[in-house]
């Protein structure tokens, strides 16, 4: 069955950074884009950003371009989002999901807290 | 502020059918797919609803989906407590090149 598993979260300073990685299993990787997605605290989803099934194509959010790289390794099965310069309102629940047009599956999510 | 439109709540009793709209523009909706998610309390989003109107395998046909120009809704017919959930329709956007989310919308089965 296919599963996404996120680790990574934590707390943060603001202005530091943090990589947060997304475990995949149970279907051929290397085929599908992945998205990250994230959401506040008692807030809606908000879009952060998405790779193809080779790497070669990336597209960020406004909120977060310029801080924030998604990058994948297809041959350890694993999606990365590596976070710069992180900021309070960056404090979210990320999650990853598979397949470019539809977010057939999520992970559970892994929670990222920015605070000094 | 999302640029997908949802009405932030909506309710219904058991066996009622509710609808809920997301709204967009000719660069999001009018030129691209939508889907729906549902996320019950605690838990990751799940995938309703895609392509428009296509439902996952294991969706019931209680749960139905529809687009009209700038426009999509999500209805739900025979409404059951266990629906009672948080509703996000999507959709990608041309002008940003990337997905827009709705703000959603909180269903509270009465």
């Known amino acids: 069955q296919v599963q996404l598993v996120e680790s990574g979260g934590g707390v943060v300073q603001p202005g530091r950074s943090l990589r947060l990685s997304c475990a995949a299993s149970g279907f051929t990787f290397s085929n599908y884009g992945i998205h990250w997605v994230r959401q506040a605290p008692g807030k809606g989803l908000e879009w952060v950003a998405v790779i193809s099934s080779d790497g070669d194509n990336k597209w960020y959010a406004d909120s977060v371009k310029g801080r924030f790289t998604i990058s994948r390794d297809n041959s350890k099965n694993t999606l990365y989002l590596q976070m710069n310069n992180l900021r309070a309102e960056d404090t979210a629940v990320y999650y990853c999901a598979k397949d470019w047009n539809n977010f057939d599956y999520w992970g559970q999510g892994t929670l990222v807290t920015v605070s000094s | 502020q999302s640029v997908l439109t949802q009405p932030p709540s909506a309710s219904g009793t058991p066996g009622q059918r509710v609808t809920i709209s997301c709204s967009g523009s000719s660069s999001n909706i009018g030129s691209n797919t939508v889907n729906w998610y549902q996320q019950l309390p605690g838990t990751a989003p799940k995938l309703l609803i895609y392509?428009?109107?296509q439902r996952p395998s294991g969706v019931p046909d209680r749960f139905s989906g529809s687009k009209s120009g700038t426009s999509a809704s999500l209805a739900i017919s025979g409404l059951q407590s266990e629906d009672e959930a948080d509703y996000y329709c999507a959709a990608w956007d041309d002008s940003l090149n990337g997905v827009l989310f709705g703000g959603g919308t909180k269903l509270t089965v009465l």
């Open positions: 392509s428009n109107n």
